[in-house]
């Protein structure tokens, strides 16, 4: 199975959101990094068919989604930023509609719902009301109602943002966790969920691709762009207005800072046994 995006372009009035993004997906977890405004929503959106194209094609196994339709859905599996519960359904309740919306019958929905409350820890809150469910809850919720109907293509958008540590952690587990025979695709700007699950990662700004590879693969490539160097508190503030500065951390009793750019002061030391994919994030997409 592949999923093809070939010169895919939408603009927003005079704004360009995608413009001629360009990239081949496989069976595997893809993270898709970028800042607010690199356009991954843009891009699941309209893999979900919910926004019409300007310019390019989406091809699965090298026919159209538009042509495919309905047989695309099918296997589609959508986990949004964002979603209106109605608050007065119980998770139960809501998963048997979004079941019966996919097109299952009783029997198979009531058997994927179980397998699905119990994987996600909410098999014993599968009653009470979605009113009364913290936002880790409603994301389990949401990422349920995307694993209905086992989609073979699996687009998750930002399905960590705004939980406590605990719950993101429990979320990504279970993402994690996922048959390798699906296509996966998970957009972020929280940099350790995709370090911690993502097989490729896909870098996007300002709605084109500037990168790919694996999180080895990027931070080899800014293996020479980092330093560590101590710094005076004093001179914290100008060192943050000449370089990009990802860390600020306490050494030995004296304040330390780490740099990130191809433009580097000779002090300091680099930092190649312990690279990060913020590194990667900061050097590629930071401003």
Known sequence: MQLEIRNLKKRYGNQWALNGLTVTFGPGVYGILGSNGAGKSTMMNLLTDNLKRDGGEILLDGIDILKLGRDYRKILGYMPQQQGFYEQMTADTFLFYMARLKGLNRKQAAAEIDQLLQVTGLAGERHKKLSGYSGG????????????????????????????????????NFISSLSRDRIILLATHIVSDIESISDRIIMMKKGKLIGTGTSADLMERVADKVREMPCETEALSGMQKKYRVGNVFQRDGKTWVRLVGDKLPGEGCYTTDHLSLEDVYLYFLGE
């Open 137 to 172: 809850m409603r994301q389990r919720v949401l990422l349920a109602q995307a694993m209905l109907g086992n989609p073979k293509i699996l687009i998750l958008d930002e399905p960590t943002a705004g939980l406590d540590p605990k719950e993101r952690i429990r979320i990504r």
